[in-house]
């Protein structure tokens, strides 16, 4: 979704940008300002998530790869995180000596590991934990090698800025997410039935932690409340899990576009529970469309809620019961609270973000014709002795 803003953002600024992504399809297509060039992926494709998925085999495309940057001549490339696409991008950029901005999307160390634990759930728990922790370190310590191959990296949370900076060396940038307040807004809400409704919109996935809803809704029905509904936006592989065990939940399936908008508007708190997430653009879209976000405290989405005004930030199942009933039994506070929440996502426009992207291409732009004055001065000095 981010990288397709950035290049509608390159479209509407008029900004020449070559796209070159993984499809079901090989060819090239033009939007504007922006070429994309497609590449079909081979039936040895690893599966990873919906629609995401690791070909082995995708540096067969190298060459024709090599041969859309010499025809565009880039000043930059930007690769987005650690994936078949991204290695061609990253292999090319040191062949042609073009200036290398890496972003990082997501937290692949804390993924791969949780869905190492819900794979062997059948191992002794001690021996699961510790090879799932050993395997989320040893991931983490090859994305950070990766990521010293660019000049220049992108990351969409202080935190992982501190951590890139202090394992790579890199210069480093924040790269937030920007929310569309017209999208996503109040207008869109249809109901009016006095249903409390606790939203929860993503991929059902282990690493999103969404089994914990089952046991939010536990508390909640042991604190004595009834006047609610979960309403969960999504696929994955725990929606059955989840159907069979919640006992008041409306599941949409996957939404996109005003369908999305309005599910979103139609909730009133929304419960982010993911432990793993490096950024959480899904709360800020809720807060945005008017509902209350309550996430973990670990990761990403917690740098997107001010406590106890525009949202909460929970450390436990108990924390997010405690929040959510508050906000049962009160209903004016969690009326200010919306509004909080929407005025607080206002001003924050894809624009200023991708405002400050290109303030990093400009700077790997500089890092590298710095090296490449110091090297010819080098040059000179020798040939002069």
């Not at 536990?218 to 309403?231: A, C, R, T, V």
């Not at 059955?240 to 409306?250: G, I, S």
């Not at 924390?319 to 009933?325: D, G, L, N, T, Y």
Request: proline share 3%; net charge neutral.
């Amino acid at each position: 979704m981010t990288c397709q803003r950035l290049a509608d953002h390159a479209v509407k600024n008029d900004l020449p940008m070559l796209v070159v992504h993984a499809s079901r399809k090989t060819e090239k297509t033009t939007k504007g300002s922006v070429t994309y060039a497609s590449f079909k992926r081979s039936a040895l494709s690893i599966p990873m998530d919906e629609e995401l998925a690791y070909d082995p085999l995708f540096q067969r495309h190298s060459n024709q790869v090599l041969r859309e940057l010499l025809a565009f001549h880039p000043d930059v490339m930007h690769i987005t995180g650690l994936n078949d696409v991204s290695i061609i991008g990253s292999y090319l950029a040191w062949k042609l000596q073009i200036p290398l901005v890496g972003s990082w999307h997501t937290n692949l160390h804390e993924f791969a590991a949780e869905r190492l634990r819900k794979l062997m759930h059948a191992v002794p728990a001690g021996f699961t934990s510790r090879l799932a922790a050993l395997a989320e370190r040893k991931i983490f310590d090859w994305s950070m090698l990766y990521y010293k191959i660019p000049s220049v990296l992108l990351a969409p949370n202080q935190e992982l800025i501190d951590q890139l900076k202090a394992r790579t060396n890199r210069t480093s940038f924040l790269m937030g997410r920007g929310v569309d307040s017209e999208i996503f807004s109040p207008q869109r809400r249809t109901v009016s039935d006095g249903i409390v409704r606790l939203g929860s919109v993503g991929r059902l996935r282990a690493e999103k932690n969404v089994r914990s809803l089952i046991d939010i809704e536990k508390g909640l029905l042991e604190k004595g409340h009834s006047n609610f509904e979960f309403l969960i936006v999504g696929e994955g592989s725990e929606r059955a899990y989840l159907e069979k065990n919640l006992e008041n939940a409306t599941f949409t399936g996957f939404l996109a576009g005003e369908h999305l908008s309005e599910a979103y508007a139609n909730m009133d708190i929304f419960l982010f529970p993911s432990e793993t997430d490096s950024f959480g653009n899904v709360a800020q879209e809720a807060a945005a469309s008017g509902v209350v976000p309550i996430v973990s405290d670990m990761g990403g989405p917690k740098y997107l809620v001010e406590h106890g005004k525009t949202g909460f930030i929970a450390k436990d199942i108990s924390a997010f019961v405690e929040h959510i009933s508050e906000l049962l039994t009160n209903s004016e506070r969690l009326q200010s609270m919306k509004l909080a929440a929407r005025e607080s996502a206002l001003s924050k426009s894809w624009d200023s973000v991708f405002e400050g992207v290109y303030a990093a291409y400009r700077e790997a732009i500089r890092i590298a014709e710095a090296k490449n004055a110091a090297r010819e001065q080098a040059k000179r000095a020798v040939d002069s002795e």
